[in-house]
Structure formats: structure tokens, C-alpha cells
């Protein structure tokens, strides 16, 4: 399992992975999900991956040997033909591997996370699916994930808002949307790899990974345990009453027993 993000604003991407790789209990590992693709000043592209480390490296290598020869991802015109490219990747590595995966009963499973810029348009993120379509990020739903995504999800829903949310924010929205996957499932787990890319910058600036010692890590993860609770205890109180409780308001599921009820049981015994 895995939990990796993307987050869009009007001020540029935050991309933001985990690094913990495991097959089984006892086959827990660090692996890297986050890679670059950069051409200083042209385009800036970064891809998240999560589901089978050897199926997610396959088309790694096939997209890193076509990058340093000038071709794919080096001269994609847009962000969607970048897109397409990684697509026609994992259907090559899909005509090699399916087969024999899914004799033996594996599923192949495969998801991207493709953020940047390529000159002459503005930033965007895309999903692209096992089978190589893609999904657009957009205004109205400013953020994708891949992975083990459910615990990450409620905070990024609540809070980040494509007009609103500075790149700052959507950064430490980011953050302790891993921190509560963390907290929740032991598959995702440290070294967290972060990039945040301002708009129009074309090259990265801005990348940080944080180790679970990591002192940012520390204080951002009992910071916000600390302002959760505290915003629990001054949230209005509920009310609850006996006067309330009616026979009327009584749900099919409840069951009482009256005392002149329980009297006439006690003398029958």
C-alpha cells in the first residue's frame, strides 16, 4: 500500500508521496514514488506511483530511457499528451506482464499521479488508470490521489479551495493529509518527498523530505492533534435530555421495559 497527492492552485502544484513499499508483514521496505522529468526553463513533470513496485519501475525505466534520448516526455506538447505518453507505457508493460500476472492470479495494478507545466500552458494534474486514460484535476475538485486514500481525504475536502488555498497551505494540507494516513495504516509510512512548484518557474526549487524524525514532521504532526482537540472542546455543546426521550421518539431498535411491567415479572418468578 501507498498514499500519494496532488494538489492544484491558482499559485502552482504541491506534490507529495510516502516511501514505504511492503509485500507482506514481513517484507517491509523504503522506496521512492516520486520522480522527476525536467527540462530547465521548458517543462517540469512530476510523477507519483503507487500499486506494484516492479510494474510502477518497468514503466519508469521505459519513461527515463525515452526522456534522455530527446523523445516522450522530453517533447510532449501539452500536459495530456505527457499524459497519453506514460498511458502507451503501462500498456507496453501491461502486453508483457498481464499475462503471466493474472495466471497467477495477480491483478495488474498500476496508478500515476502526473502534475507540472510545459511552457505555453499553465500547471495541471492528472490520474492516469491502469489502462492508460487519464483524469483531469480541475477548479472544482483542486485535488487526486492514488493509494490508500480514505484517511487523507476529509481534511483535504474541508480545507483546500483552488481560489483560496496558497501554495503554503495546500502544502500543509498536504502534510497532515499523510500524517492521518500514517496514523491510521501502518502501510504508509516515512520518508515523506515533497515538491512544491510555483507557477511559471519552470525548473524545481522547492523539494524537501522528511524522515520520521524529521523536526517539521515532529511539529506539524502534535500541532495538529493538538488544534483537533482543542477545536473539539469548543465545538457547541450537544444536547441531550431525559424530558426529550419519548415514547414517541422511540426507534424500533429500543426496547424498555415499563415498571409496572418489570413489578409483575418479579412477582412471577
Known amino acids: 500500500m501507498t498514499y500519494c497527492l496532488g494538489i492544484i ?11 514505504r513499499s511492503n509485500a507482506g508483514y514481513d517484507q517491509v521496505n523504503i522506496c521512492r514514488k516520486m520522480y522527476t522529468f525536467v527540462v530547465p526553463g521548458e517543462r517540469v513533470l512530476i510523477a507519483l506511483t503507487s ?4 510494474l510502477t519501475q518497468s514503466v519508469i525505466t521505459l519513461l527515463k530511457r525515452d526522456f534522455e534520448q530527446g523523445l516522450g516526455l522530453a517533447k ?25 500476472l493474472e495466471r497467477d492470479e495477480f491483478k495488474f495494478n498500476v496508478h500515476f499521479l502526473l502534475g507540472g507545466q510545459i511552457r505555453g500552458e499553465s500547471p495541471g494534474l492528472y490520474l492516469i488508470y491502469p489502462q492508460g486514460n487519464p483524469l483531469s484535476a480541475s477548479q472544482d ?64 526549487t522547492r523539494r524537501r523530505r522528511l524522515t520520521s524524525k524529521d523536526p517539521d514532521l515532529i511539529d506539524v ?47 412471577r418468578t
Open 9 to 19: 492552485t491558482h499559485e502552482g502544484l504541491v506534490m507529495a508521496s510516502d516511501s
Open 141 to 204: 475538485s483542486p485535488f487526486l490521489q492514488i493509494g490508500e486514500c480514505k484517511y487523507g481525504r476529509p481534511i483535504l475536502d474541508r480545507g483546500v479551495r483552488y481560489q483560496q488555498t496558497t501554495l503554503e497551505d495546500a502544502a500543509k494540507y498536504a502534510l497532515i493529509s499523510i500524517d492521518s494516513t500514517m496514523r491510521s495504516n501502518v502501510t504508509v509510512g516515512p520518508p515523506i518527498d515533497m515538491v512544491l512548484y510555483p507557477a511559471d518557474e519552470f525548473r524545481i
Open 51 to 54: 500499486g506494484s513496485l516492479s
Open 221 to 267: 504532526h502534535a500541532s495538529w492533534e493538538q488544534a483537533l482537540r482543542k477545536a473539539v472542546q469548543e465545538l457547541p455543546f450537544i444536547r441531550f435530555g431525559e424530558d426529550e426521550y419519548s415514547q414517541e421518539g422511540m426507534m424500533t431498535t429500543d426496547f424498555v421495559l415499563q415498571p409496572d411491567a418489570a413489578k409483575k415479572a418479579e412477582k
Open 76 to 100: 510532449a506538447p501539452s500536459l495530456y499528451d505527457a499524459c497519453r505518453v506514460i498511458g502507451q507505457q503501462i500498456n507496453k508493460v501491461s502486453e508483457i506482464d498481464r499475462p503471466a
